[in-house]
């Protein structure tokens, strides 16, 4: 059971990232709730890392594990500390993306806008 929550959660966060990091070009289409709800979940998670970390240490620590065991929960320590580090790049990515939203664009003037836009252009 925990094995498919590790890697269930790893395969989520490797989602979100591909997509918020798509999203650097455009980040007017998230909304500030978006970027509040993503800083709310994934900070909640990279808070409850801690619980699988523990277990699987447990579980290392027990005599007579089987070899096939040992390997499995050094697997799934990788897999959570893969998991840590993804965690930390979303919410870094979305620290940088909650400058960009469409209510941080429409609060800003037509002029700053324009100026925006042709900063950002290739000449």
Known sequence: MIA??????????KD?????????????VLDDAMIARIFKVYTE???FTWVFEAQLAKWL?????PPFQEIKIKRLQGQV????QWLKI????AEVLKHGTIE???AKDDLELGIEALLKMDL
């Open 4 to 13: 498919s929550l590790i890697e269930g959660q790893l395969a989520e966060a």
């Open 16 to 28: 979100q990232l591909k997509t918020l990091s798509e999203m650097r070009q455009q980040p007017y």
């Open 45 to 47: 998670q990279s808070e």
């Open 61 to 65: 620590q027990e005599e007579h594990l």
């Open 81 to 84: 500390e893969q998991w840590k």
């Open 90 to 93: 979303i919410l870094e990515l």
């Open 104 to 106: 941080k664009a429409l």
